[in-house]
Structures are given as C-alpha cells and as structure tokens.
C-alpha cells in the first residue's frame, strides 16, 4: 500500500471539497482549485476528510494512488494558506519592477535589452525590494513553474553569483583562475 497515497487528507474548516464525474473541486477562502482523477482511483469525501483508495493492485492504479492523494492535499492546502516561492536577483546593477497594472515583471538582468514577464493569471508578484521577487498563489504547480521560468531569465553563475536564485538555494561557488603572469 502506498504510504502516501493511505494518509487521508484533513480538510480544514471554510473549505469544501467535492467530488463528480470524475473531477475533485475544492473550494475555500483564497479560490477554487479543480483536478481531473483518473478512474484508477477512487475518491471518498468526508465531512473533515478525502480519503483516497485504489481500484486494484495494478502498476499505474498504484502509481496514482499516491500521486491524486498529494495532488488533493495540495489543492487543499494552497485554498486555505496559499503558496509563496521567493527569488533574489544578484548582480551590480540587476533589478526587477512590476507595472502599475500588475500584470508585467521587468526585469533588468545586465542584457543589452530588459526583460520582460507576463504575469500568468491566478499568480501574484510582488517586488519587496529591487532585488527580492515573493511569488505567490494557490496552484502549487504554478507558482513553481513561474518561480522557475523567472529564475531561467538568469541563471546563478558559480563565479561571482550573478544572476536569480531561489532564497533556499546554495550556490555553488567556483575559485577563478589560479594562475599569474609568468
């Protein structure tokens, strides 16, 4: 049995979980999130909790098991607290602003053009300082994939450290040349 897939997923209160034609919807203060489940797996909603089940001992039922059980936990999570991801940009001279509308990141990362960012919907960006980016959202996934197509802009290099990193992230730094004129 899967060790994850058997946890059931607490659902707490101002938050509502359904289940119908084979999509999980759940409801809660910060928004609606939906996701599509495979018919290797069987939802049961609960008053304070989903429990996820498979139907059979098969490979791919066994796969999904864990998988849809984090999926709605994810979504359970991201309705009631939110996700956030934050990237710092280093770099004499790199900053990042946001437009007055909110809707595009531009990003001066030392090119000779700025960059700039659509801000997808359902992901909010906030520019704490010049060189401090807080992502932040619902969706798990997209603030994740956001936070990394940011961060592809300009990749840390192990040098000097230039460029976007996330504020968990160890940069792995490089000695120079080692050499002198001979």
Known sequence: MSRIGKLPVAVPAGVTVSFADG??????????LTQEVRPEVKIDVQPNEVVVTRI????????????????????????????????????????AE????????TLGLGFSTIIEYMIPEGITIVAETPTKIIISGIDKAKVGQVSAEIRSLR???????????????????????????K
Do not use: C, W
């Open 23 to 32: 999509v999980v919807t759940v409801k809660g203060p910060k928004g609606t």
């Open 56 to 95: 059979d001992d098969e490979k791919a039922s066994r796969s999904y098991h864990g998988l849809y059980r984090q999926l709605i936990h994810n979504m359970v999570e991201g309705v009631s607290k939110g996700y956030s991801k934050t990237l710092l940009i280093n770099g004499v001279g790199f900053k």
């Open 98 to 105: 946001i437009s007055k509308d909110a809707k595009i990141l």
């Open 155 to 181: 990749e840390p290099e192990p040098y000097k450290g230039k460029g976007i990193k996330y504020d968990t992230e160890n940069i792995r730094r490089k000695v120079g040349k080692s050499g002198g004129k």
